[in-house]
């Protein structure tokens, strides 16, 4: 080819823009989430979906994918293609507890996922069955130590925030409890209020109408600080038990390997999406208060937080579950 030929060909080729990336998203939006309709972690997935589904234009559909503590909802994802198109909003125990508690996980949350955005979070609140003669938390911690083992505390399941709360408590306070496990959440607090156990380290979601109606009585919660919820309630750090935390958190994670520009929009947009009055407006009607992190900030939460749970449970003896 000519010196000329060239030059044509190089002058031709300045005159056609570059071919540009696709823009996202280009299908369906799918939010997958190991909990049930109605539940908190549902209210944020369905928040998020508002938000994306007005900026975007195009439908974004919340799927409910129950079982194994929110472990198929986080390997379904963890499998999906990363794209951009499925997403979870994973709770803390799929990310940072159950790698330390089941023997054969399908996937890895250090590797198979990235974290996008923090939602929410909430503390756990320590409730007890009204006729238990302990009216603050150092006379449970008295009445445990003059009867070891005969108090028992009810968790929504085993390697659950609401189970582990229970024997981080157990073991900063140097008493000793039988874990009660649940399956069905009415169970477990009609069985609380009728005394047949006698504490939980609940959610405060499910927790604060029965505090309200005046069927429980709440002692402490196990946040860093104070629930704008529950502001008369200490959190067991200031009564002692430093460092004390077993709150739950809600995020939103995509595949790994989805393109950085893909998870910083959707970042972007979440944090919209939970800073709106309306979303805080919803959140604090369920106890949980909005969380605004960069995804670098959530990422070391997730790295901080996960040897600490696996240090607890191992230190308790829990069984890896099979």
Do not use: C
């Not at 979070?121 to 009445?143: G, W, Y």
């Not at 130590?145 to 925030?161: D, H, I, M």
């Not at 029965?210 to 429980?216: E, G, I, S, T």
Request: hydrophobic share 50%.
């Amino acid at each position: 080819m000519t010196r000329l030929a060239l030059t044509l060909v190089a002058i031709l080729s300045l005159t056609y823009p570059l071919r540009a990336e696709p823009a996202y998203p280009q299908t369906t939006i799918h939010i997958v989430l190991g909990f049930s309709p109605g539940s908190a972690p549902d209210v944020a997935a369905r928040i998020l979906a508002e938000q994306f589904r007005a900026v975007w234009g195009k439908p974004v559909v919340v799927g409910n994918m129950l079982g194994a503590a929110g472990n198929i909802a986080a390997d379904h994802v963890a499998k999906a293609a990363p794209d951009g198109a499925t997403l979870l909003v994973a709770g803390n125990a799929a990310i940072v507890i159950n790698p330390s508690l089941y023997a054969n996980l399908p996937y890895d949350p250090a590797h198979d996922l990235v974290p996008i955005s923090q939602v929410t979070m909430a503390p756990n609140v320590l409730v007890l069955n009204k006729d238990v003669p302990a009216r603050s938390v150092q006379d449970l911690v008295e009445l445990a130590r003059r009867s070891p083992g005969a108090l028992t505390f009810a968790s929504a399941g085993t390697g659950t925030s609401t189970h582990l709360a229970g024997e981080l408590f157990q073991t900063m306070a140097g008493i000793k409890m039988q874990h009660v496990p649940y399956r069905d959440s009415a169970a477990l607090l009609g069985d609380l209020i009728a005394g047949r156990v006698t504490m939980f380290f609940g959610s405060i979601a499910s927790v604060l109408p029965q505090v309200r109606n005046d069927h429980l009585r709440a002692l402490a919660v196990t946040s860093l600080r104070r629930s704008p919820a529950m502001p008369d309630l200490p959190t067991l750090d200031e009564l002692g038990y430093q460092g004390f935390d077993a709150s739950a958190w809600f995020g939103l994670m995509a595949p790994a390997g989805t393109p950085a520009p893909i998870v910083a929009m959707l970042h972007d947009e979440a944090l919209k999406a939970v800073e709106a009055p309306a979303a805080r407006e919803k959140f604090a009607a369920l106890g949980m208060e909005t969380v605004e992190r960069s995804q670098d900030e959530f990422a070391a939460a997730i790295r901080s937080e996960t040897p600490v749970w696996a240090k607890l449970i191992k230190q308790v003896g829990i069984a890896p579950i099979q």
